[in-house]
């Protein structure tokens, strides 16, 4: 089977080295709103970095995404034999990452935070990794933590209510995403610290474990927030980490404060999530007023 691929220019945005690499003519074709996003991984463009490029519909670059922090696996990528023997429950975290890179995994987890289905689509492969992948999301699953991963086909796609619902479609065997409802200023920052961690534990059980455990944790923390938030006029960004350490016993980087925001804004109510403010703002608002 043949897929007709166009190549797409691709320039690292933090040390500005240049490559070519090709990109299905269908995911972008079949996109929602015409934007595909592609995962290079660390070595496809330059051997330091991995990014994120948004590809539009004339197959150009619009814009990239890097993550601010590096993401190595410690575990190198299977080879082809040990792909072939692998059975659907071999496959670990970091073989998750390897396959669908890093950036794309985050938002996976991000959509399992707010509760959105997630769309692997089906594409020719030897070594059944659309079916790992589901699996792994299945395994992961429990009773505090519901995980809707599903195989879905091409012809699937076209089906209104698919295309209706909600949902993140991956197609994991070209890192891309077709399809997303998050706003680009999407900051996973929080997801990748939590998948670094899970592939440096030793099995694929522990992996499980430990992301259902810590998303299950986040999940209750942000509900009580959204309870704190009913009861404020407002909550300053630089208190949150504070916040979650004396209220919880959770230590949150300040870096990642965002998650917290941007969840409570997507799935609970904007309204709560906008009194969420950093303190230099409200400084500012309070001098015009
Ligand atoms: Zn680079």
Redesign the pocket.
Known sequence: MTVEVKPVKVI?P??R?ETKVEIPVFIVNDAQDGMVKVQIPQGA??P??SFMAFVDKKFMVRGYQNADIEFTIGDKEKTAAQKKEEGLKDFSVPDLINTIGPDICSVIMRSILVSIPILFLDTFDLYNRVDKAVILLRDMESDDLVITGEKVTREDLKDKKVRRNNALIVVPLYKAIMRSPFPEGLNTRFETDLLREASQLPDRTSQIVFLRKELVKISKIIDEFVKILKNADKLYEEDIPVATKEKFNYKLDAKNIDVIKQIIEFKHDKKLAQKIISKSLDKIRTDLW
Do not use: A, G, I
Request: glycine share 0%; proline share 0%; net charge neutral.
């Open positions: 690292c933090l040390c080295k463009c330059c330091e970095h």
